[in-house]
């Protein structure tokens, strides 16, 4: 899933400090899982602002809502009737969230309250770590189901580096090497042979970022 | 600020800090005029929205009467209440407000004088810092 964290509360208030009454929309999906964007934090960001605002003696009027997943044009929409009664709206979804309802929403500005880090799995209660770049052609199969786009360091298709050292990257000490963790993968599933096929260089201008704005058409779909 | 009596919400963990401040009233203890006590079933009912919202709309001062740590009745109660206490000291540091207006107090359930003790020194702290200005009336 997507995973965020709020931004600094400072550089919040000084998006927000020409308003008065502003909507804060957090969002019920990734980043509720990820505590960065969910009721809950909406709750708290929206209190915090107050109180800051209060002090300093400009108070401000935050409407708070949760729709359950701001980047769905159906859920977002609910949002409609309470937009109309606000100032700005300060989005603590992810960045698809915010230009979704930047889409919908072409006349009131919207600002982000979340910094979008990364796909990634949750490690254990309060940790998460990167696990997909979405680079657009999946070399999982070939890797024994651990990503080297996301979890080397230096994005080796045909690793190791010279740089791993008892199981631990070069780059971030305390990551472990990605091919060391796909050596010992492809040991366990006897598949070790998969190591010595060379993993051809990807085509980054074509399945990637690099080629420009990513679309999926899937004309089934379409009504 | 000679009339300044600043006000404290104090929430109780039904395990420790609630018969705590019933025993801290039977012995008649002196306990400042402007508390109000909020009793949990565990400190880990306590949500930071809790803290900050009490702040919010009118306290001055919060208090969490919570277990000895390794002595809650659920476990980690506690200990999830001592987390996020250090999120509402964050947030109450970069709204720059001072984060000594909330604070957790470990006690057990015949720690009375240690309840009104710790109210009576949170009441003077806070009569010294003034009234919570961002407290929204």
């Excluded at chain 1, 927000?16 to 709750?43: F, W």
């Excluded at chain 2, 999830?80 to 000291?89: D, E, N």
């Excluded at chain 2, 009375?112 to 806070?126: I, P």
Aim: net charge positive; glycine share 8%.
């Amino acid at each position: 899933m997507i995973k965020a964290e709020q931004k600094p509360i400072d550089e919040i208030l000084k998006y927000l400090d020409p308003y008065n009454k502003i909507l804060l929309s957090g969002c019920g999906a990734c980043v509720t899982v990820c505590h960065a964007g969910g009721e809950k934090e909406v709750g708290l960001l929206a209190s915090g602002l107050r109180m800051a605002r209060q002090k300093i003696g400009k108070k401000i009027e935050v409407l708070e809502i949760t729709p359950t997943r701001q980047c769905e044009p159906e859920f977002a929409l609910e949002l409609s009737e309470t937009i109309e009664k606000v100032e700005a709206v300060l989005s603590i979804a992810c960045g698809v969230g915010v230009q979704t309802l930047v889409r919908h929403f072409p006349k009131i500005p919207i600002f982000p309250g979340v910094n979008t880090s990364f796909l990634g799995e949750t490690i254990t209660q309060g940790v998460w770590e990167e696990r997909c770049q979405a680079c657009g052609n999946c070399v999982l199969e070939k890797t024994g189901g651990i990503c080297p786009i996301s979890r080397c360091a230096k994005q080796l298709l045909n690793g190791p580096c010279g740089g791993s050292s008892k199981g631990k990257c070069e780059i971030k000490k305390e990551a472990d090497c990605a091919w060391q963790l796909i050596y010992d993968r492809l040991k366990t599933l006897n598949q070790l042979y998969k190591m010595e096929e060379i993993i051809p260089a990807k085509q980054w201008g074509v399945e990637s970022r690099d080629s420009g704005l990513r679309r999926i058409v899937r004309e089934d779909l379409k009504v | 600020m000679v009339n300044f009596d600043p006000k404290i919400v104090a929430f109780c963990c039904d395990q420790s800090g609630y018969p705590a401040a019933d025993m801290a009233g039977t012995l008649k203890l002196k306990l400042p005029k402007n508390v109000e006590i909020v009793r949990v079933p565990c400190a880990g009912r306590i949500e930071t929205i809790y803290l900050l919202k009490a702040l919010e709309k009118g306290a001055d001062g919060v208090l969490l009467f919570a277990c000895y740590e390794e002595n809650c009745q659920f476990l980690r109660g506690n200990l999830r209440a001592k987390g996020r206490l250090s999120y509402a000291h964050r947030m109450l540091e970069k709204i720059g407000l001072e984060k000594e207006r909330i604070e957790i107090c470990h006690l057990a359930t015949n720690s009375g004088a240690k309840l009104a003790e710790t109210l009576r020194r949170k009441s003077e702290q806070l009569k010294k810092m003034g009234p919570n200005p961002a407290k929204i009336s």
